[in-house]
């Protein structure tokens, strides 16, 4: 059984009240995990429910002028096959373009890597983490909301696993050091709304997180 | 019915929202969802315009009452609407009738279109693309299929739903507050707040097959 997000996040997130730099991570997760796309689609159709409802409102405009504007609008393409070596999710490759590679990586401890990934939202930091096979993040808790969505390999945390594609929500109340897959490491996107704040012997090593 | 196809402006003489039966004033029928996706079909096969026309005298003044409720301006509403139809129009060779329904898609697609108009006011240099953040129904690759008994019943369970729990969905869909804003707004704990949540969405859970 897979890791969702929890249905409070879900539906922010479905009724687009989520943070841009929150709903990139959401994007990624339903992109990844067909549980996940199931909530997520039963929360638009609610939205569809809610749209059936409405009482109509009177229009300004003119069908014709409408109408006019169709002949010149073209369909749509079919969405283009991505060839990729690694299969970037769609809402990550907008950011992130076509490659893991291309990113500015930065070593921040014994095997482990990071790279940011610019929004334009300064209230939020989000990045890229790679970790080597067996290998701890520093523990540490949160000052305020973290989103770790996995994209490749694995990690465990607390007695729980999170696989490709699933979602982690943590915040104050939890003081965790998750541990990558000591066969496949693990590479994840992260989404932060405030700084970590480092509890462990290592919180000296990985003071550049919490420069915020 | 026949569609004149040299239209007459949708004003009519006297409109009054509050009097005014829901479809009457435009001299429609009211739309199934059968028939919506009949009309999508139409639209994809041979860019039928009178379907179009259909569809936009049904929705348009619904996706206009969606964006007015979520606090756009008259004009801002109606042009979203407008390019929510658009896009209706653009996208219907490639819809998938049997993942979802309109009604569902339209408004991902007006969710989409308001995202992106709020964005693109708070920060004009971005490069937005609204496709980016948010899909729309049904490109989910393993979308269930959207049965019509179960939006009826979704539709019916809304309508059942205590005023605590309406009021949570209302807040999060029309005022787009987050399940924490919501807590804030009401002036309850957290926890409550997710609870009406989960409960209001648990009905709906049981409601749209797995």
């Known amino acids: ?212 | 019915m026949a569609i004149a196809s040299n239209m007459v402006s949708v004003q009519p003489e006297a409109y009054n929202p509050a009097i005014a039966s829901k479809g009457s004033w435009m001299g429609d029928m009211t739309l199934t969802m059968e028939d919506a996706a009949r009309l999508v079909a139409e639209i994809a096969a041979k860019r039928d315009k009178q379907a179009f026309a259909a569809l936009y005298r049904h929705f348009a003044p619904k996706l206009k009452a969606f964006a007015l409720k979520q606090g756009l301006s008259a004009g801002v509403a109606e042009e979203i609407a407008q390019e929510t139809m658009i896009q209706l129009w653009r996208k219907a060779p490639t819809f998938d009738v049997r993942k979802a329904s309109v009604s569902t898609w339209l408004f991902t697609i007006l969710r989409n279109k308001r995202i992106d108009y709020l964005r693109r006011e708070a920060r004009p240099d971005l490069d937005h693309d609204e496709w980016r953040l948010q899909t729309e129904a049904p490109e989910q690759p393993d979308s269930i299929a959207e049965r019509g008994e179960d939006r009826l019943r979704v539709a019916d369970m809304l309508k059942a739903l205590p005023d605590e729990q309406k009021q949570v969905l209302h807040l999060a869909y029309f005022k787009e507050l987050t399940h924490a804003e919501i807590a804030e707004e009401l002036d309850l704990p957290l926890g409550t707040v997710k609870s009406r949540i989960r409960l209001a969405l648990g009905r709906m859970r049981m409601l749209v097959k797995e």
């Open chain 1, 1 to 212: 059984m897979s890791q969702t997000a929890d249905t409070a996040w879900m539906l922010d997130y479905a009724s687009g009240a989520l943070s841009e730099p929150f709903a990139l991570a959401m994007a990624t997760h339903v992109a990844l995990n067909s549980e996940a796309a199931q909530q997520y689609e039963k929360l638009n159709v609610l939205g569809g429910a809610l749209l059936d409802d409405m009482e109509e409102e009177y229009l300004d405009g003119e069908l014709n002028d409408i109408l006019n504007r169709l002949d010149d609008i073209e369909p749509a393409p079919a969405p283009a096959a991505v060839q990729s070596e690694i299969n970037i999710p769609a809402p990550l490759r907008a950011y992130i373009g076509a490659s893991y590679d291309d990113l500015n990586w930065r070593t921040l401890g014994p095997g482990i890597k990071q790279a940011l990934i610019e929004t334009g939202v300064s209230t939020h930091k989000v990045g890229l983490l790679k970790i080597a096979p067996g290998r701890p993040v520093g523990q540490h808790t949160h000052k305020g909301t973290e989103f770790t969505v996995v994209l490749e390999g694995a990690y465990d945390d607390g007695g729980m696993r999170f696989e490709k594609g699933d979602l982690q929500l943590a915040d104050s109340s939890l003081d965790h050091q998750p541990l990558a897959d000591k066969d496949s490491g693990c590479l994840c996107l992260f989404v932060l709304d405030a700084p970590l704040k480092f509890t462990g012997p290592l919180s000296k090593w990985l003071n550049p997180f919490i420069t915020f």
